[in-house]
Nanobody, 115 residues
Framework: QVQLVESGGGLVQPGGSLRLSCTVS????????MGWYRQAPGKQRDLVAA???????NYADSVKGRFTISRDNAKNTMVLQMNSLKPEDTAVYYCNFVPVWRDYWGQGTQVAVSS
């Protein structure tokens, strides 16, 4: 059974940093491109960062230069380091495969950027 569990969110002031983690149960993690998605209130869920099995990365323009995605295939974990956070980064953040496995969304982790 595949489960995706996100953690690490919280409340931070503009300009601050947060580190999100994603743990994936099962033995398939190392075989798939993974991504971090986010959904702000009233908006659709969008992909903000992706990482291939080999470590190649892609970022949405809105986070490029501020967010860094990484993965550890031996530990079935993925991390999103978020720096220089802005109020518009406020959202629930989810990890999932790329393309999305729609039946496997986790609970997400809330990130709030506010002074």
């Amino acid at each position: 059974q595949v489960q995706l569990v996100e953690s690490g969110g919280g409340l931070v002031q503009p300009g601050g940093s947060l580190r999100l983690s994603c743990t994936v149960s099962g033995s398939i993690f190392s075989s798939w491109t993974m991504g971090w998605y986010r959904q702000a209130p009233g908006k659709q869920r969008d992909l903000v960062a992706a990482i291939t099995t080999g470590g190649s990365t892609n970022y949405a323009d809105s986070v490029k230069g501020r967010f860094t995605i990484s993965r550890d295939n031996a530990k079935n974990t993925m991390v999103l380091q978020m720096n220089s956070l802005k109020p518009e980064d406020t959202a629930v953040y989810y990890c999932n495969f790329v393309p999305v496995w729609r039946d496997y969304w986790g609970q997400g982790t809330q990130v709030a950027v506010s002074s």
